[in-house]
């Protein structure tokens, strides 16, 4: 049934989970005469709840810190407690109960419950992922750990090593791929890939990349495609900011090594598009900028096989992004229109590349880069030129060797704007869904901001990981290269 099973790792990768999920569920149809564009299989698991009646639960395994899941609790209206050993029988001495109070549920998830009206959601009433989320979760999807505590200053998960001795740890007294993963795979009939959102920037990377090399070992062939965030820097003190920028290095360099696919995202420190108007403090803001491009850029792999909105595998996209074999990192670029026709200079652009990303302003070196692969996903989005529509339509049968592999997927469905969606986008803000486009993409351009990347963090590692990871960035660089068409041997020393 095409499926795909989702990991979500860390406070930033749920919020934006959480917007994907909340726009999942709103593609639900309910009478008999309404027919969904969305094959609900890929994402969805059926099952049978504690009174008997079907249940259909998103197909994800969670992860969050000790306090990062909020009010959520593993037991819903759904499911019962799994009955557990009492005291008695463990401990026959005497016994003190040390119970911590309960987070409250958000009036938000109140409103839910009982089915009424749902207050505005606003950046203060928003504390925790699950404050906004509209769907129930499986018990065995709820992973806590309990290690580490969310926002602590005492010991916090900031480190890329503390992520990966964190997994060695778990991963050696509970097998956590086979007590965590297998359940949703077993349930399967054929499975199209692995979809990961975690952090880079902290701890998250080290744990995603063990966790991957452990799901690489179980599923060879496998499609594992990686949406690697970075949280905001934005008034945070230096040296936070190149401990940040430490761990992208770190992650991006381990995950290349093992998922298809790599893509970052982040949002421009500066200069944001008119339009767009967020808090880049607000992990409710962040991620549902994130979550919009990911839900577009991946709808062609949950399309219905009947619909005309030709139905794809995240697979296929990933051979498209990659036809060199050696190309797992792709960029993401993104175009909101308020209408179907809007005009060009109306629609808000963003661009959530921002690796190597330079502070200094000057003329970029490569104005029309050598594209590889792009994969071109629309929803009630005209092209801005006819010209490049027919260049498209014109490339989607690869005729030459060396040449760029493109692939357009178009489809009437928009982008919903639900009362879980906060208004970042001030010129839809009226609207309940709108026109979307991104632009998934691999070209010589990465290769310069691969080796800013590998110059910045060059001076801030040890001497012990310098040589590995400058060598690992070198090589990732070297694959976005064409020496035969730079025409300029500028910069070849810096591999």
């Given at each position: 049934m095409r499926e795909i099973i989702t990991?979500?790792?860390?406070?930033?990768?749920?919020?934006?989970?959480?917007?994907?999920?909340?726009?999942?569920?709103?593609?639900?149809?309910?009478?008999?005469?309404?027919?969904?564009l969305i094959d609900h299989n890929v994402h969805w698991r059926p099952g049978v709840g504690v009174d008997g009646a079907e249940t259909f639960l998103p197909r994800t395994v969670i992860y969050d810190l000790k306090g990062g899941f909020g009010s959520l609790r593993k037991i819903n209206a759904m499911y019962e407690p799994e009955s557990a050993a009492h005291p008695d029988a463990l401990w026959s001495g005497p016994s003190v109960v040390h119970k911590q109070q309960p987070i409250a549920a958000s009036s938000y998830q109140q409103s839910l419950d009982a089915g009424t009206e749902a207050p505005k959601l606003t950046k203060s009433t928003v504390r925790y992922w699950s404050d906004f989320s509209r769907v129930f979760f499986h018990p065995r999807s709820l992973v806590q750990l309990y290690d580490f505590e969310l926002n602590s200053t005492t010991m916090p998960f900031e480190r890329f090593a503390m992520g990966t001795e964190l997994f060695n740890t778990?991963?050696?007294?509970?097998?956590?791929?086979?007590?965590?993963?297998?359940?949703?795979?077993?349930?399967?009939?054929?499975?199209?890939?692995?979809?990961?959102?975690?952090?880079?920037?902290?701890?998250?990377?080290?744990?995603?990349?063990?966790?991957?090399?452990?799901?690489?070992?179980?599923?060879?062939?496998?499609?594992?495609?990686?949406?690697?965030?970075?949280?905001?820097?934005?008034?945070?003190p230096r040296s936070k900011r190149q401990l940040g920028l430490v761990n992208t290095a770190h992650s991006i360099d381990q995950l290349c090594t093992q998922a298809t696919t790599v893509v970052p995202l982040a949002l421009p420190e500066a200069d944001l598009p008119a339009g767009v108007s967020l808090d880049a403090r607000s992990a409710w803001h962040t991620s549902a900028a994130f979550a919009a491009a990911i839900e577009t850029a991946t709808l062609p792999s949950r399309m219905t096989q009947s619909s005309d909105s030709q139905p794809s595998t995240i697979d296929y996209l990933a051979e498209c992004l990659n036809p060199a074999g050696n190309q797992p990192l792709a960029s993401l670029q993104a175009s909101v229109a308020s209408t179907t026709d809007?005009?060009?200079?109306?629609?808000?652009?963003?661009?959530?590349?921002?690796?190597?990303?330079?502070?200094?302003?000057?003329?970029?070196?490569?104005?029309?880069?050598?594209?590889?692969?792009?994969?071109?996903?629309?929803?009630?989005?005209?092209?801005?030129?006819?010209?490049?529509?027919?260049?498209?339509?014109?490339?989607?049968?690869?005729?030459?060797?060396?040449?760029?592999?493109?692939?357009?997927?178009?489809?009437?469905?928009?982008?919903?704007?639900?009362?879980?969606?906060?208004?970042?986008?001030?010129?839809?803000?009226?609207?309940?869904?709108?026109g979307f486009e991104t632009n998934l993409c691999s070209n010589t351009s990465m290769a310069p901001r691969l080796k800013m990347l590998r110059s910045q963090v060059t001076?801030?590692?040890?001497?012990?990981?310098?040589?590995?990871?400058?060598?690992?960035?070198?090589?990732?660089?070297?694959?976005?290269?064409?020496?035969?068409?730079?025409?300029?041997?500028?910069?070849?020393?810096?591999?």
């Open positions: 990991l979500q790792l860390g406070q930033l990768s749920n919020y934006t989970a959480t917007h994907f999920w909340n726009a999942q569920e709103s593609y639900f149809t309910y009478a008999a005469d309404e027919q969904s778990l991963d050696r007294e509970h097998e956590l791929v086979d007590r965590d993963w297998r359940p949703f795979a077993e349930e399967c009939d054929q499975m199209q890939g692995i979809q990961v959102f975690t952090t880079t920037d902290d701890a998250w990377g080290g744990f995603a990349s063990s966790y991957i090399e452990s799901l690489r070992d179980e599923y060879p062939k496998t499609c594992i495609w990686v949406w690697g965030l970075q949280s905001p820097m934005l008034d945070k809007s005009s060009e200079d109306s629609r808000i652009d963003l661009d959530f590349f921002q690796i190597g990303r330079s502070d200094r302003r000057g003329p970029q070196r490569d104005r029309s880069p050598k594209v590889f692969g792009q994969v071109l996903s629309r929803r009630a989005f005209e092209s801005q030129q006819e010209e490049e529509q027919e260049e498209l339509e014109g490339s989607q049968g690869r005729q030459l060797i060396g040449s760029p592999v493109v692939r357009r997927y178009e489809t009437p469905l928009k982008f919903p704007l639900l009362d879980s969606y906060p208004h970042i986008f001030t010129q839809v803000a009226d609207q309940a869904d709108i001076r801030l590692i040890s001497l012990d990981e310098r040589e590995g990871l400058s060598n690992g960035l070198a090589e990732l660089a070297e694959a976005y290269r064409e020496d035969w068409s730079s025409g300029s041997d500028d910069d070849d020393d810096d591999l």
